[in-house]
């Protein structure tokens, strides 16, 4: 299996303050790298798939990033809506894997 | 407007089984491949099972291989998760999740996802 590495893996910012979140593939997984927001007794979202598209309906201060094996996520301004844990997730190969998560906190 | 419901979870002892449903409006399930993702308390999120639009095609991860089985009923709009033989770790959150229409070829992302259904394994 692909293995996925986000860091950091907690991360505390303040509103208006801007966000990058790294994850790294244990090997080159092209593009194929999505994005989601998820909080506490909601269903995950979807923010960014294709490593850098923007998924319908998502505020375009999200931004992704990256190609092979390293990708950012970028927040450029936190609002008090994007407070939650971040996962990026690989779909190169027939077993899809997700990163640890990074929490999102407010500082 | 997609929504995917998740029923079926509970409270199961170890070794018994469970099936799981996730039921959908707005979409067609025998019409996508739609997958089954679980997070276990504390932990982040894993992939479990997908399906295939033919309905033939299936896999697993695997650490549920030979003891979950990914189904569908296209006539109820439902796709299904029975779960045999369940251990502790099992114990997680269950979602079912459609995947979105540029993938790899070989897998996907998910654009749409339930709200998911708890199953806590206890003896």
């Known amino acids: 299996d692909i293995q996925m590495t986000q860091s950091p893996s907690t991360l505390s910012a303040s509103v208006g303050d801007r966000v990058t979140i790294t994850c790294r593939a244990s090997q080159s997984i092209n593009n194929w790298l999505a994005w989601y927001q998820h909080k506490p007794g909601v269903a995950p979202k979807l923010l960014i798939y294709g490593a850098s598209s923007l998924e319908s309906g998502v505020p375009p201060r999200f931004s992704g990033s990256g190609s092979g094996a390293e990708f950012t996520l970028t927040i450029s301004s936190l609002q008090p809506d994007d407070f939650a844990t971040y996962y990026c997730?690989?779909?190169?190969?027939?077993?899809?894997?997700f990163g640890q998560g990074t929490k999102v906190e407010i500082k | 407007q997609v929504q995917l419901v998740e029923s079926g979870g509970g409270v199961v002892q170890p070794g018994r089984s469970l099936r799981l449903s996730c039921a959908a409006s707005g979409l067609t399930v025998n019409n996508y491949v739609m997958h089954w993702v679980r997070q276990a308390p504390g932990k982040g999120l894993e992939w479990v099972a997908v399906?295939?639009?033919?309905?033939?095609?299936?896999m697993y991860a695997d650490s549920v291989k030979g003891r979950f089985t990914i189904s569908r009923d296209n006539s109820r709009n439902t796709l299904y998760l029975e779960m045999n033989r369940i251990r502790p770790e099992d114990a997680a959150i269950y979602y079912c999740?459609?995947?979105?229409?540029?993938?790899?070829?070989?897998?996907?992302?998910?654009?749409?996802w339930g709200q998911g259904t708890p199953v806590t394994v206890s003896s």
């Open positions: 399906i295939a639009t033919d309905g033939i095609d299936k």
């Open positions: 997730q690989q779909y190169n190969n027939y077993s899809p894997t």
């Open positions: 999740a459609r995947e979105g229409p540029h993938g790899s070829g070989r897998c996907g992302y998910f654009d749409y």
